[in-house]
Nanobody
Framework: VQLQASGGGLVQPGGSLRLSCAASGSISRFNDMGWYRQAPGKQRELVAGISRGGYTKYADSVKGRFTISRDNAKNMVYLQMNMLKPEDTAVYYC???????????WGQGTQVTVSS
């Protein structure tokens, strides 16, 4: 399984970015997909996740600002990030859990920097 993330960059506070992640490989089924992030000197933390059926979960710090979505036909997961804050600055990693044992695979990470 390979994951390719894109969409990171530099944005001013209050701005928006949309991250995309494409999953590919010889798999039977992608289950949960989502995003983690890791800021310098901090542990990796869950940002948002989405089940195959569309159930979503978010970190408290991004609720109301970020929206996760997925396209099962294309094996894609997206993260729309609005009202970005400097504390959102981090490397964002997408992940997917794959049947039959929900093994987790990671993308390469994409840098998001929120700064004026």
């Amino acid at each position: 399984v390979q994951l390719q993330a894109s969409g990171g960059g530099l944005v001013q506070p209050g701005g928006s970015l949309r991250l995309s992640c494409a999953a590919s490989g010889s798999i039977s089924r992608f289950n949960d997909m989502g995003w983690y992030r890791q800021a310098p000197g901090k542990q990796r933390e869950l940002v948002a996740g989405i089940s195959r059926g569309g159930y979503t979960k978010y970190a408290d710090s991004v609720k109301g600002r970020f929206t996760i979505s997925r396209d099962n036909a294309k094996n894609m997961v997206y993260l729309q990030m609005n009202m970005l804050k400097p504390e959102d600055t981090a490397v964002y990693y997408c992940y997917v859990e794959v049947s039959p044992d929900n093994r987790r695979y990671w993308g390469q990470g994409t840098q998001v920097t929120v700064s004026s």
